[in-house]
């Protein structure tokens, strides 16, 4: 059986309640009398009413109420407080009375047993309470299965989740390299997790692409729709300040379909530059960064990977920093998360520093390279910026070239992410198009 979520009180003023009523997807911050979270993960909120709405019919005293129900997660301390985030507040028709939460069946002074915490986590009878909230009313039951989903429980996650999370994170990072700002992306943020498949991209609402005979649109699909489930979404700017034009496609292998285990490539393609970036997603194993079926992997991808075409010289107003289009995603191996404004933690590394700490590994007798061997590594959102100015990446590479690298990713790992991106942005100083070059500090 899986355990209850994580649970904790809130005890908000009317001002908040009033927002979070008026705007229930809106995030709002708020600063409350508790700094002992026990781990900066999200809680199922109970949000209880103040206590100036708790009495009526003169001065008897009232029981404790639920006024709703939201997701809150940590932020960072005060002096005295903790500041939280909530969102996705959700109101329950009627309010229901809170203190019998506490009492487990046969119970009759459970409350008196576990006094209610002033605010934040619910550490004591948490499965009771949960338990009790659920057979509440009818409402309630249906606003915490609404609200379950956007919690990130780690009992219940598998590779399938872990592939989601990976596709879903390479998905907002190349998003940002075509142009589009986190809160630009609302089909992300709607995606729907009962409908996906095999791939995230599955459970989207977005414009499906059709295949067309004279453009690269559509190219993707069309070429690997035989070799298992294949999802495209096209996401164009409708106006505004933002513009961007691109098509997402996911490629997962039947044998990763049916149970097998997969990793995940993302492919970043800029259509006018020609430009391909490559992420592997990994994570760092026990003994070392890579592990022996993890660099086999690597070799056999490496392998079968067609030689890039090279220009014979570079531009003399092209200042790109790397050429080798291939890096790694190193992150902690840690479950979906449904919290589709942020992206998942992690370093990405230089294929090429990756292979130098491999090789001194193994001269130095240590089978394997650790993170502290390497010195240096770019976050996502800087690595988003180099790229969409054109630092990294291999230039001039054909269409069709690319799509021989996400073969031998499918064949290699089992998915696939192609990002085309068609944004006819002029692009930033390692490009060499109509820019003069400055130096990077």
């Excluded at 999802?231 to 933002?242: D, K, P």
Aim: some cysteine; glycine content about 10%.
């Amino acid at each position: 059986m899986a355990r209850s979520p994580r649970l904790a009180i809130l005890r908000p003023d009317n001002d908040l309640l009033r927002l979070l009523d008026a705007d229930r997807t809106k995030e709002r911050s708020y600063s409350q009398p508790c700094r002992d979270w026990p781990e900066v993960k999200s809680h199922l909120a109970i949000l209880l009413t103040p206590a100036d709405e708790q009495g009526d019919e003169g001065d008897r005293e009232q029981p404790e109420r639920i006024w709703g129900l939201g997701i809150v997660r940590p932020a960072h301390e005060t002096d005295r407080d903790r500041k939280v985030v909530v969102t996705a507040a959700r109101r329950i028709q009627g309010l229901v009375p809170f203190a019998g939460l506490w009492c487990a069946s046969g119970e009759r002074d459970g409350a008196l047993a576990r006094p209610l915490p002033e605010s934040g986590p619910v550490t004591v009878g948490a499965d009771i309470v949960f338990a009790n909230l659920r057979r509440a009313s009818p409402d309630v039951e249906r606003e915490v299965q609404a609200l379950l989903p956007l919690l990130d429980d780690g009992e219940d996650w598998s590779d399938r989740e872990l592939r989601w999370r990976d596709e879903r994170d390479a998905l907002l990072l190349l998003a940002k390299i075509a142009g589009l700002a986190p809160n630009d992306f609302q089909p992300v943020r709607g995606w729907d997790r009962t409908a996906a498949r095999a791939g995230f991209l599955s459970g989207l609402t977005g414009n499906a692409v059709q295949p067309m005979l004279d453009d690269i649109r559509g190219r993707t699909a069309e070429r690997f729709s035989g070799v298992g489930e294949t999802v495209v979404q096209a996401f164009a700017s409708s106006g505004g300040r933002q513009s961007y034009d691109f098509e997402a496609t996911s490629i997962t292998e039947r044998r990763v379909i049916d149970g097998g285990e997969g990793s995940l490539d993302a492919y970043y393609y800029h259509v006018d530059t020609r430009t391909l970036v490559v992420l592997r997603y990994l994570c760092p194993g026990p003994k070392g960064l890579l592990s022996s079926d993890v660099r086999h992997s690597l070799d056999d991808f490496l392998g079968r990977v067609h030689r890039l075409p090279r220009s014979a010289r570079r531009s003399a107003g092209d200042y790109g920093l790397l050429d080798d289009p291939l890096f790694l995603r190193i992150h902690e191996q840690v479950p979906f998360t449904a919290a589709l404004h942020r992206t998942s933690s992690g370093a990405i590394y230089p294929y090429g520093q990756i292979e130098a700490a491999v090789s001194a590994a193994g001269l130095h007798g240590l089978g394997g390279p650790s993170t502290d061997m390497l010195t240096r590594h770019l976050v996502p959102t800087d690595f988003a910026r180099l790229v969409r100015d054109g630092w990294f990446g291999a230039r001039h590479v054909p269409f069709e070239v690319a799509l021989d690298w996400v073969e031998a990713t499918v064949e290699t790992v089992g998915v696939a992410l192609v990002v085309v991106d068609f944004s006819s942005r002029p692009r930033g100083n390692g490009s060499g198009i109509g820019t003069r070059a400055q130096g990077i500090t």
